[in-house]
């Protein structure tokens, strides 16, 4: 269980990203029932930081031994053109030795490479280095263009708000989907861009923000028990497939049918977490049809069966 956050900094910090795992894991929300984690910001060594935004310095509170009693490292973005601290390599590569997990925003990727964390595995960084990254890491398998990537105990991000989506992502995989759904709220963002969605968007919001869906995307989420396939929502936008196809993947950010899953499989979270329906009759309300169908798209999306997810989250 998510109990210790301790974010990285370092000289030359990218201010947004470290203030994307402040915002993120830092603040008490407990009077909106978010449990409420112990967070520290610790850095190499104590005194002012210089940071990539000239105007400001930044100083942290805790030295790099605080990483020993973190379940969660996150480590933010840093100029590319700015040498790794080896003693910030050396303690992350301990960290996640001794259990812990560590979560990257965009360059952050860079110093999980040098602490031998991306051998093997998949990942991603902000789209302007992911060449740099499998050049430098020739066995890290790079993944380019999407948000992030969950390798377990390894999650990368790409730039900027890709990171909050990760955080949100970490919230739902610890405490569930009502938790992370409430951080969303209060951070004012979506609460679920999935991992595999391209950075590439023309609109940065999805859900809501695509001026020309949006009317269609709130009223899939009134049916989702309905027939959602692509030539029923092209007659409702009054497109044909292909121009309907092309135009939602351009505003959207990913296919119809990549959309409606994601959604019938949020609700479905809700479902197991806030009613004690079972499997058959959420699957059919989501629009799953049958609970085979639910647990494969379920499994996929999150890793675990409906009911695994049931036992672990259920209200």
């Given amino acids: 269980m998510l109990r210790d956050v301790v974010a ?16 993120a894991f830092g603040l008490d929300r407990s009077d909106d029932g978010v449990p409420r984690l112990s967070f520290a910001v610790c850095s190499p060594e104590r005194g002012p930081m210089p940071t990539t935004v000239p105007g400001f310095s930044i100083m942290a509170d805790d030295d790099l031994d605080r990483l020993a009693e973190a379940d969660l490292v996150g480590v933010p973005a840093l100029p590319r053109e700015a040498p790794l601290d080896p003693r910030v390599v050396e303690a992350v590569a301990a960290a996640h030795a001794r259990g812990a997990r560590i979560l990257s925003v965009c360059s952050g990727a860079f110093v999980l490479g040098a602490a031998g964390l991306l051998d093997g595995r998949e990942c991603t960084t902000h789209w302007k280095y992911t060449d740099e990254l499998q050049r430098l890491h020739p066995t890290a398998r790079v993944v380019p263009e999407v948000l992030y990537v969950d390798a377990g105990s390894v999650v990368t991000s790409a730039g900027t708000a890709a990171g909050l989506d990760a955080c949100l992502h970490v919230w739902r995989q610890e405490f569930g989907s009502a938790v992370a759904a409430m951080v969303a709220r209060r951070m004012v963002v979506p609460p679920q861009r999935d991992g595999g969605q391209a950075q590439f968007i023309a609109r940065p919001v ?7 869906f949006a009317p269609l995307l709130a009223w899939i989420e009134e049916h989702l028990d309905d027939d959602l396939g692509v030539e029923v929502l092209a007659r409702r936008a009054h497109m044909s497939p292909r121009t309907f196809a092309r135009r939602f993947r351009e505003e959207v950010g990913t296919t119809p049918h990549a959309w409606v899953t994601a959604a019938r499989v949020r609700v479905a979270e809700e479902f197991l977490e806030r009613s004690d329906l079972t499997i058959d009759l959420i699957a059919s309300r989501v629009g799953f049809g049958t609970a085979a169908a639910l647990r494969q798209h379920f499994t996929r999306a999150r890793g675990v069966s409906p009911q695994a997810y049931r036992r672990q989250f259920a209200c």
């Fill in 206 to 212: 999805p859900d809501r923000a695509a001026d020309t």
């Fill in 8 to 23: 990285l900094a370092y000289p030359g910090i990218a201010p947004f990203e470290l203030s994307v795992l402040c915002e």
